[in-house]
């Protein structure tokens, strides 16, 4: 479809711009809106129609406050539902999409993240203490992240039952993060035997399923503990009815595929620029709690895991005195407003302090978790995975295998360093 009153943007093919995106999101980002201003119009095989992309405040501000029956977010989440499942909170809108937001919420509740942060701690300080020598961050924390879910949220115990999840989670990812591959399958979704691209990803995600049911039904029989799972199995819906087991799977899903990249990338970048800012690891060995907070939060605003907060317009709508026509995305861009130089004092600049010195900046304008109805559900798990991490890290001796920054690369749908992160250790 063309849309010729939509504002301005670079009119290279979606396929270049796609490339540009995922092999060097910063700059491409940075040029686009350099070029064009805010907002800007990009076209990208991961939608199906143009993208306006938005970054000022009051724009992005608006953009969150749209009525979800007017800007849904789970239809730019569509490729993902032969993995994420029909009852996914990724692929659901409206009335159903904020039922299963309450549903899925609740083990985040204050005293309930205090009970699961003891084992977050724990798994941090074991993976940490093995590190020697150089040490790709994102592999390990991919891992790391990955036993947190398997233990915390699926609540898995015993080293067999870890392994073989872990074993079938990995084959499964391994489809999913190929976004071209995704997208291609989901549009194909045709079985053209086992060995076929399609049916090598159903006989994975069968193969995951049947773990995981079976992981619910030995929590059935065993109820008790303080995972995550053990708190959804108690949940009761409006008419009182307990979840059924694929209800349970798909939230189980649905925390894995949101909370696994998305962790690891934070951390590695954590670990990126902790390497390269020695003062800043300084004071993090000095073990005030509001200073980890305030890494957290700079690490997050600097090097965000993921660029957008995608919506899509089904009817026309006004978003910063702008007209925009259905059918279009409009995406709040977290990583160019997070950036941006009339909000954030020296915004390239990692400086932790910021968060504690003068003014604090405007917290409307830290988005690293999206807003309004669609925002992060697991932040709160997110932001203390990572300062238990990084308290974990704060004895360590680390310094950057180059000293140059790393660039930030596309991997599936999060922003990762390029080269993984890399550091030496000791
Ligand atoms: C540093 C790590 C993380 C970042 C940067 C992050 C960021 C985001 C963002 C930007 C969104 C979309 C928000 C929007 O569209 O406005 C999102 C959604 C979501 N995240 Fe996270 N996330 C992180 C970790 C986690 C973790 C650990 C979990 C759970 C264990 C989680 C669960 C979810 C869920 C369930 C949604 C969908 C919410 C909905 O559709 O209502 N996330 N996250």
């Known amino acids: 479809m063309s849309h010729p009153e939509l504002p301005p943007g670079p009119r290279a093919p979606a396929a270049w711009q796609t490339v540009a995106w995922t092999v060097r999101p910063a700059a491409f980002l940075r040029r686009v809106h350099g070029r064009f201003g805010d907002p800007v119009t990009v076209r990208t095989y991961w939608m199906d129609e143009p993208m306006v992309l938005f970054s000022n405040p009051e724009a992005v501000r608006e953009m969150f406050r749209l009525d979800p029956e007017v800007a849904p977010a789970g239809q730019s989440w569509e490729f993902l539902r032969p993995f994420a499942g029909p009852n996914s909170i990724l692929v659901l809108d ?7 937001r309450r549903l899925i919420q609740t083990p985040f509740h204050g005293e309930r993240m205090q009970a699961l942060r003891s084992t977050v701690a724990e798994l941090a300080r074991r993976e940490l203490q093995m590190w020697s020598g150089r040490v790709t961050t994102l592999e390990r924390m991919r891992h790391l992240t990955l036993e947190i879910i398997l233990r915390v949220v699926f609540g898995a115990r015993g080293e067999r039952e870890v392994a073989a999840l872990r074993e079938a989670v990995h084959d499964t990812l391994q489809s999913v993060r190929s976004m071209p591959r995704m997208l291609a399958m989901s549009l194909i979704q045709r079985d053209l035997g086992p060995h076929s691209p399609w049916g090598r990803f159903r006989l994975a995600v069968e193969r995951f399923d049947a773990l995981l049911l079976d992981v619910v039904a030995r929590r059935r029989a065993e109820p008790g503990g303080d995972s995550m799972l053990a708190v ?73 895991a993921l660029t957008i907060a995608p919506r899509r317009l089904r009817e026309p709508v006004r978003i910063a ?33 910021r968060w504690l010195e003068g003014a604090p900046p405007n917290p409307t304008s830290w988005i690293p978790f999206g807003g309004g109805v669609r925002r992060c559900a697991g932040a709160p798990f997110a932001e203390m995975e990572m300062r238990e991490v990084l308290r974990a890290a704060a004895d360590m001796k680390i310094r950057p295998v180059r000293l140059e920054p790393e660039q930030a690369r596309r991997s599936a749908l999060v922003v990762v360093p390029e080269r993984g992160g890399e550091v030496l250790v000791g």
């Open 94 to 100: 409206g009335e159903e999409h904020l039922r299963e």
């Open 232 to 304: 959804l199995l108690d949940q009761r819906d409006d008419d009182g009815n307990p979840p059924t087991d694929r209800h349970l799977r798909d939230q189980l899903v649905a925390l894995l595929a949101a909370g696994h990249d998305t962790s690891a990338a934070a951390l590695a970048w954590a670990f990126e620029r902790l390497a390269r800012h020695p003062a800043v690891h300084a004071r993090l060995r000095e073990d005030d709690p509001a200073y980890l907070e305030a890494l957290v939060k700079e690490v997050l605003r600097v090097r965000p």
């Open 321 to 353: 005195g702008r007209s925009l026509p259905a059918g279009v995305h409009v995406a709040a861009c977290l990583w160019l407003a997070l950036r941006r130089e009339d909000l954030w004092l020296e915004a390239a600049a990692f400086r932790p302090e």
